[in-house]
Every structure is written in C-alpha cells, then in structure tokens.
C-alpha cells in the first residue's frame, strides 16, 4: 500500500480528535454532566456542522461507496474538521493512519477542550477528567498517543493527581496552559516542584498547544477596530496574519520563565513539545532570552543558572511549525534538533498536503536533518512513551 509519508519515517506530533456533540458529556459523572455547556449552543451555524458531520458519518458506516469516497480523500480540504476520516471514530482513525503512514500521532482535544475551559471553576477539573479519559479510550489504537491536560490552575496537589493518573494510562504527552490562570501562582512557583519532579520522574513529554492559554490573547481587540473591509478571525488558531504575528507569545513567555526561575536547572529531564504555535520566531528567541540574563543578571539574581538560557532551551524544546513555514530557514538557524513534524490532521491548518509545503523550503536539508526532522526529534521527544 502506498502511504501519505511514502518511504519516510514520520512521527507527527500534532494531531486531534474532533470530538460530537455529546462526546465530553458521555465521559463525565452524573454530578456535573449538566455543568458541561454542550458543544454548539448559542452558535447555530457550527451546530448546524456537527450535525451535518454526524450524518456523513452515519452514511460512511453505512455505505461503503461512500466510505471509499471519503477515504480517496481523506486529505483534503473538504474532509478536515468535524467531516474527516477518523475524526472521532476510532475504527476509522486506524485506516486513516493506515492512509497517512505514520508510525505514531500525538492527539490533541479540540472543541472539549474549550467546553471544558466554559465550565464553572468548581466543576472544571472534573470536566478535565472527563476529556482525558475519553481520549484514553480513542487512542486504543497503539499508533495514537493521548494527551492528557493537567490544570495547574487548582493547585499542585490536584495537578500531581492529573499527573499521576496520566502516567497510569500510558498517555504520550501532558498538556499544560501556557499562560497562568489568575486563580494561581506561577508555574515555576516552588510549590510546582513536586509536579514537576514527577513529571520528570514519569518521563512524560509536556506539551504547550495554540488554545490551551486560558484565554490569552497577545493581539488586544483594538486592533481589529481598523475600519478595512478585511475580515479577522477571532479563534484560537491564526484566523488572519496580525493574530499570526503573535501566535508564537505565549510559548515564548512560558518557556523563558521555566529558564529564567531555575526550572529547568532544578529538572533537567524535563521535554517540552511547542505545537500548533509556530517555529519561525524560534531562532531570534534564542538570542533574546540570552540578552534577557545578559541585561538583568546584575539587577536581578540568575546565579542558579549552570548555562546560557538558550542552551536550557536547546536540551528541552522542541518546536513544531506550521505547513508553509519556511522550515529550511529554520532548521538553518537554530540547527536540526529543536524542529520535528506535525501534520494537525484532521485540522484545516494542516492544509492538505503538510509534507509537500514542508519540503519546499527543505532542498538544501540533508539527509540527518530531515530524519530529525520527520522522527529523531519526536522520538527523542517523546521518549519511554513510543520506546
């Protein structure tokens, strides 16, 4: 058969599910199911999707010329989002990777994540639960990966139960906000240690994700007051090129602040993924979180750093970029082990064909880079979870 990833190797570490409607509500206790707002309330035109996208489901199981048909094209556009192959139903994810090639796919939540961000605060970390437990259980197959959120916004004592439960279930990857919640201290706070000594301990790759934020938005609506004709999309993906210029923030903040408050001296074994949030500020970010130490080491304490901040960010991250981000400028700058594959399948912004765009700008990539490019670093990433 021939496959998507032809004779590559290919480990992508940014995929979803596109979950139905009912989907969370199914995996959560009777005692806050009501609590959960159901996806498609108050947005009649995205309701009127799902409901679509449930009856073309209805009639692949049911028809087999149509279930040829969708998976002739299963990578294109009109087959992304809630009317993919794959996109909730297990059964049909397996032949969907069996179309794409991969060895493994990292999933992601999509629409459960923002209805978990929607419940009530005293109710959230059960709908967190919930999500994580119904990805478990989509990710049988052993090629899928979960993820699993952990909200630090409860607490570390709830965030270390979120942690060891995932590690109990084998998941792949932990999913962290990159933005604190305004209910708690900073990640990088000493009462995070303990989580962050088990999550090393676990062995577990940490994952930041465009929308796991909650709620920030480095571009201030103002911007948008600009009186063109030209529409903005406000979501949590780049809908339009100003929010596209700040998309990378969040990470950028997130990371800096585990070098610059001794995270990672204290947890060297720590790895983080950066998915769905772009690579191409990777390489001047390298050079300002060291003129950041270099500018205020006088005025404030950085003695407890063994290293230049970038070379903390090179032994821990990995940064994924988006289909038409010109990787070979990347991978040129920051070198080839901070660059690895996603192809957000079955999201639109993975366009329907990733590794064509990725390979545009990669002619003058070798042989050892694009092996990185496509695996060795997601393996590395990734570690125990796919050893």
Not at 232 to 247: E, T, W, Y
Not at 312 to 341: K, L, N, T
Request: with cysteine; proline share 6%; aromatic share 10%.
């Amino acid at each position: 058969m021939t496959t998507y990833a032809g004779d590559r190797t290919v480990i992508d570490i940014d995929a979803h599910i596109l979950e139905p409607v009912g989907w969370l509500k199914s995996y959560a206790s009777a005692a806050i199911r009501d609590e959960i707002p159901e996806l498609g309330v108050g947005d009649p035109g995205f309701a009127q999707l799902l409901d679509e996208a449930a009856r073309d489901h209805e009639r692949r199981a049911g028809d087999p010329e149509v279930f040829g048909r969708a998976t002739d094209e299963f990578m294109s556009m009109r087959r992304k989002g809630w009317m993919s192959l794959g996109g909730w139903d297990p059964n049909e994810r397996a032949i969907a990777l069996d179309c794409l090639g991969f060895t493994h796919q990292v999933v992601f939540p999509t629409g459960a994540f923002n209805q978990v961000y929607d419940t009530p605060v005293d109710a959230r970390a059960e709908a967190a639960r919930a999500m994580n437990r119904g990805l478990v259980e989509f990710c049988g197959d052993p090629r899928l990966l979960a993820t699993a959120y952990v909200p630090f916004e409860h607490g570390p004592d709830v965030a270390l139960r979120f942690v060891d439960t995932a590690g109990r279930d084998g998941v792949g990857g932990l999913l962290v906000d990159s933005i604190p919640s305004s209910r708690q201290r900073s990640f990088t706070h000493p009462d995070f240690d303990p989580v962050w000594a088990r999550i090393q301990e676990l062995g577990i790759a940490l994952f930041l994700h465009v929308g796991a934020d909650q709620g920030y938005r480095p571009v201030p609506k103002a911007f948008f007051d600009n009186g063109r004709d030209m529409a903005h999309v406000r979501s949590d993906a780049p809908g339009d090129p100003l929010s596209f210029m700040g998309i990378g923030y969040p990470g950028e903040l997130f990371v800096a602040s585990l070098v610059y408050d001794g995270v990672f001296e204290k947890f060297p074994g720590l790895r983080i993924g950066i998915t769905e949030l772009g690579a191409t500020w990777t390489p001047s970010f390298l050079h300002f979180v060291d003129t950041g130490y270099r500018s205020f080491r006088n005025i404030q304490d950085l003695s407890h750093l063994t290293m230049k901040p970038s070379d903390y960010v090179r032994r821990h991250v990995v940064v994924s970029p988006f289909a038409g981000e010109d990787v070979g400028w990347i991978i040129d700058q920051v070198g080839a082990e901070m660059v690895a594959f996603s192809s957000d399948y079955p999201h639109h912004e993975g366009t329907d064909d990733p590794i064509k765009r990725f390979e545009a700008s990669m002619t003058a990539v070798d042989a050892d880079a694009r092996r990185a490019f496509y695996s060795g670093n997601g393996r590395r990433l990734l570690g125990p979870a796919i050893s």
